[in-house]
């Protein structure tokens, strides 16, 4: 019989080997699935994860990286520190929706006036359009002990009928022709999010998302905050007694995550996007869930995780176009990717033993 | 290096590069919004792509890239297949519009065609299909078919697209049947066959016989068998399959006529920038096979309409027509002008709801 | 506005069969919840149900082979949740995430020659007199089967959480797997059993979208109900009728939404295409006096040590 036993201490060397067993078997899987299909498996893996680094076009694709990966970094970092404390914000993809509107909006009241406090405007109504989404469900916790996993998500719903309505109506381009969506942002020069280093792909967002990074890695190491929120994760009776406030720890927790995906969302419509469309989101909020737990909650691997997972949509889109893959078979690849990385951590946190042992 | 400049030194080489070598085949790419599997927009615009690979064989290799979000990551793509040396690439979704201006920039040498958006430049057409010609002779049979005189429309979101296809539908219907009422319900979204089931059902529980969709699934097609009685059209595609009745007849976006010809004209070097806008003539827009269920009379008087504005004799949006709020918008025997029509953003004279803003 | 044109009867009628979906993958996530495993792969769940269910009855002609390959299937794609979360010991959201991923695409994958076929009709059950019956006859006697089977679902449920010694033991799993560990129940074993039933149950309500409430295949045409099934098991407290009463009253809003829309009514249909969401929070602030609350070992990791 096959038996686990919980290591004293996590391997620190398990926790390295994991995420490149896990790939190295997501290549092998994923192989044979794209074998079945008639495709060359090993011109598959090589498109997916070595064209977009290293391959003939790689100049445009590594700063594209960055431009997929960091909202999802940004918003996973938010995600992360609730997680931790079991406060389950699933709705980001809606604070991620208002803080575009709320952003945008403001950035297109002032058009078409040229000034440098339009920007650091748009950003701080992001944030708080964002904040104040996922306030709904933090607020509703706290003072009825509401579900926030549900009103968040509900609240998914409802940000996505206001944007259709939004484009439709309110931020409607007005040169446009009558066609939904707003004015291009790109093309307006005060409210433009481009890339600080031209060609780079390193706009605003990107930086912010590294901020994160580092802001969540001491506020969790370093700082009183970061220590009531692992408490309360690890013993909320304990946490309790070492006087942690549930209530605000909720409402620092929603509020954070909610500011950090409002501020995804601005910089998004801001740059890469350029317009406020009923199409606008595009499942961020959902991926970065993954993402937080594929980083396992850590700042560090979340960047990499959101580096990895850009990495496979960018890869999986050339696959599709160089080799005629369909898109299901690269998201079901990626599904094998999250099984194993999720499925070989077991072996950072315990030991695998052979030996007869009763089932539990 | 600025990156401009490098993409597009590096888009020169490879179209230098392709001009040697793709003598013989020209790369076209597709980049489509939905999954090929959606049975509807995306896939009528992959049958397309097929016929272009059936019309050209070995002289034109084919690629896409399907369900590609509007934004960052349709720019990406574009971008991609611009460098992997497409000669011509289709963008097809209305959102697609900016960034295939984007790309177009960076690449002077690629072909670009965007479909359903206003915006061009040199290297960028914009085409589009002329659907309310379609809505017109559905709206026709549509007035004759109905006896509650009650015909449901489902639409997806209030753009000039869905709008022009009702007031196209009702001033026909109108037109052979004064008494015709119009009931209109927006789904608020481009995809949910189960809200469409629904919308289907609420319509016809409410008096309609005849259901009008601006959505591309079948659900209302189904709903309406189970009721028995109520006349549906088929949209996107034929629907042949709910045929010969609920499914009476149906309009079909046939994009493989445009494709082929701008493909051999990026072949024979004579592409230039243009703005389609192509209707039944061309066979951009198809009206499928009218069913027996329809009286030969109503089916005569149809595709005698269909005849008439093929032929460019009638236009279907031609005054006297007054909009809703009752102020004059065409004068007796005006026809609309495209620029009008391109962005309709209001609902003609005898139409009941607001459109939502 | 002419609000007389919506029918009452025909209302409730049609809100049945717009929840049965919805109804069935929620139930089947109720009892996984009950055993304290959170498995958020509903909706990858449904999809794939939804296309086994059609290209089943397409290629046997029988929607009851249909629906047993459905919920097969959906109960095969769970198991891929069970090696994760039971054996692996990995975090329950992020599988349960990944397998709506992984399930999305898998669907897709199978459905490619299925696009635009008309699958077989599913029949009504007609019962001669009563479905003639006003009012009660198009409620209560004029539906297909999985409509019946869904009710009949909730109410074995609910008798056998709460009366057999099955759901005893499955409640006790799931309020503290320690201590039923300790009685000697085997944990693991029994979470694996519920989890296949619910991979089964959503299966089935994936199959009911693509062959009796649209009825054909398209990619990704479940379009979120997973997701409210989910938000149903949170509303409903873990309570089966209450499942059923929350299914009834989305559905219903959705379906009072479109009524209210058709028959002109002046409220801008984006706020009406709100409303289901919002009257659910509403809902839920209200129902939140009762503090019966989660099962207590929900979503949390189970490894026996001895």
Redesign the interface.
Known sequence: MVRLEKRAEPSRAWSMATPVVAVLATMIAGGLLFAALGKDPVEAIRTIFWEPLFGEFSFYYRPQLVVKGAPLVLIAIGLSLGFKAGIWNIGAEGQYIIGALTGAGVGLAFYPMESVVIFPLMVLAGALGGWAWAMIPAVLKTRFGTNEILVSLMLVYVAEQLLASMSLGLLKNPEGYGFPGSRNLQQYASAHNGDLIAGSGLHWGAAAALIAVIFAYVLLNRHMTGFHIRLTGDAPRAARFAGVSPTRLVLFCMGVSGALAGLAGLFEVSGPAGVVSIDFNVGYGFTAIIVAFLGRLHPVGILLAGALMALTYIGGDIAQSNLGLPSAAIQVFQGMLLFFLLAFDVLTNFRIRLGASEVA | MKITALLASAAMALGLASAAVADDKTKVGFVYVGPVGDGGWTYEHDQGRLAVEEAFGDKVETVYVESVAEGPDSERVMTQMALEGADLIFTTSFGYMDPTINVAKKFPNVKFEHATGYKRADNVSTYSARFYEGRAVQGTIAGHMTKSNVIGYIGSFPIPEVIRGINAAYIHAKKVNPDVEFKIVWAFTWFDPAKEADAAKVLIEQGADVILQHTDSTAPQAAAQAAGNVVTFGQASDMAEYGPFPRVSSIIDNWAPYYIARTKAVMDGTWTSVDTWDGIAPGMVGIGEISDAVPAEVKAEALALKEAIASGEYHPFTGPLKKQDGSDWLAAGAVADDGTLAGMNFFVEGLTGDIPQ | MDLS???PV??IA?LMV?AT?VLLAAIGELVVEKSGVLNLGVEGMMITGAIAGFAATVESGSPAVGFVAAAFAGALLSC?FV??TQF????Q???G???T?????????M??TY????PPATGKVDIPVLSDLPVVGPILFNHDLMVYFGIALVAATWAVLKYTRAGLILRAVGENHDAA?ALGY????IRILAILFGGACAGLGGAY?SLI?????????????G?IA??LV??ASWKPWRALLGAYLFGGV??VQ??L????V?I????L??SP??I??VV??IL??D?SSAPAALGRI????R
């Open positions: 044109a919506i029918n025909q209302l049609f717009a979906p891929l090696v994760l692996a010991l990995a975090n959201v992020a599988s995430l990944a397998l991923l992984f399930g999305l695409g898998l669907s897709a994958l459905g490619q696009v635009g076929v008309k560990h085997k944990v693991v074993r979208i409430r649209v009825p054909q295949w398209t990619e990704g045409m479940t379009a979120g109900v997701w989910l938000a949170v509303f959705t379906v479109l009524n829309q058709a028959a002109g002046a801008p249909v984006e706020y295409a709100m969401y919002l659910t929070i839920l602030v939140s006096a503090k189970f490894h026996a040590s």
